[in-house]
């Protein structure tokens, strides 16, 4: 059974566009992540919820839109999409917020601008 | 700000040798969290081992230790008997309790030839 994951795996669609990711853990963990990696591989984190609520939130632009409908579930929305927004973006939990969790990472969803 | 360096963009060693990726990083926090994730081509995110800043001990799982410097600031990865499963992103990163998310290093591209 996969303990994060993410639909889709791979997004291509046009600039000026709405879509959303889905993420799903069964991991029963309190806290999860959305993270974008860049071209160059770099992973910065975009937003975290602790058990339904938001407790991080990095300055993203505010097409960005998160929710968490129940702790097993963190979507990411993005409103009129630009080039800047290809990228993979990884949803990932942990039992609590606590620095010494290990985050576990879904595999990725690849979000391509035309 | 807090920021994670790793000044090696790629590294290249022979299968059953050893190679060690650097990493150092910057905190004001006493109490951290440090973490190495691989990245293979095929995308995921895995944990290779963590360190408790508070712990002078260094963390080893299998063929995988650290060199843990805490006044340096520094938290070096070492693999042993590298094998070719072991070509990958190597991230090193550090998560504090004020901060809850994780601080990525740029990551270090490893190649293991034959």
């Known amino acids: 059974d996969t303990a994060v994951s993410q639909t889709p795996k791979y997004l291509v669609t046009q600039m000026g566009n709405d879509k959303s990711i889905k993420c799903e853990q069964n991991?029963?963990?309190?806290?999860m992540y959305w993270y974008k990696q860049d071209s160059k591989k770099f992973l910065k984190i975009m937003f975290s919820?602790?058990?339904?609520?938001?407790?991080i939130n990095e300055t993203v632009p505010n097409r960005f839109s998160p929710k968490s409908p129940d702790k097993a579930h963190l979507n990411l929305h993005i409103n009129s999409l630009e080039l800047g927004d290809s990228a993979v973006y990884f949803c990932?939990?942990?039992?609590?917020?606590?620095?010494?969790?290990?985050?576990?990472f879904g595999d990725g969803t690849r979000l391509s601008i035309l | 700000a807090q920021t994670v360096t790793q000044s090696q963009p790629e590294m290249s060693v022979q299968e059953a040798e050893t190679v060690t990726l650097s990493c150092t990083y910057d905190t004001s926090e006493s109490d951290y969290y440090l973490f190495w994730y691989k990245q293979p081509p095929s995308r995921q995110m895995i944990l290779v081992i963590r360190q408790e800043a508070y712990k002078q001990q260094n963390a080893t799982e299998n063929r995988f230790s650290v060199n843990f410097q805490k006044a340096a600031k520094s938290f070096s990865l070492k693999i042993s008997d590298s094998q070719l499963g072991d070509a990958a992103m190597y991230f090193c990163?550090?998560?504090?309790?004020?901060?809850?998310?994780?601080?990525f290093g740029k990551g270090t591209s490893l190649l293991v030839t034959p």
């Open positions: 990932a939990s942990s039992q609590t917020p606590s620095s010494n969790q290990p985050q576990h």
């Open positions: 991991l029963g963990h309190d806290t």
């Open positions: 990163a550090y998560s504090t309790n004020s901060g809850y998310a994780l601080n």
């Open positions: 919820y602790n058990n339904k609520e938001l407790i």
